[in-house]
């Protein structure tokens, strides 16, 4: 079983920091692309950043230049740095990954969701 979990969500004010992390569990042979998506009250669920296994990214216009996204593949964690958060950063903030089992099946896995609260 393939587990996803999020951490480092939380309430920060206008202007300031946070660090999310995604630690991707289970019987893993492989991951690919490893993102972070987010979705706020009555909105559509948007793609905010995502990784390659060779480290290659792409983020959305609205976080470019404030967000990072990086990975650590020893540990199948994938990392959010956020500066400079706005008011409309808040969200419920996901994890994504595409991962190959060691059974050789390719799957796309969600985690949780983690809380971003930024207040202005």
């Known amino acids: 079983q393939v587990r996803l979990v999020e951490s480092g969500g939380g309430l920060v004010q206008a202007g300031g920091s946070l660090r999310l992390s995604c630690a991707a569990s289970g019987s893993i042979l492989s991951i690919n692309v490893m993102g972070w998506y987010r979705q706020a009250p009555g909105k559509q669920r948007e793609r905010v950043a995502r990784?390659?296994?060779?480290?290659?990214?792409d983020y959305a216009e609205s976080v470019n230049g404030r967000f990072t996204i990086s990975r650590d593949n020893a540990k199948n964690t994938v990392y959010l740095q956020m500066i400079s958060l706005k008011p409309e950063d808040t969200a419920l903030y996901y994890c994504?990954?595409?991962?190959?089992?060691?059974?050789?099946?390719?799957?796309?896995?969600w985690g949780q969701g983690t809380q971003v609260t930024v207040s202005s």
């Open positions: 994504n990954a595409d991962i190959q089992d060691i059974m050789l099946r390719y799957q796309n896995y």
């Open positions: 990784i390659t296994s060779g480290g290659i990214t």
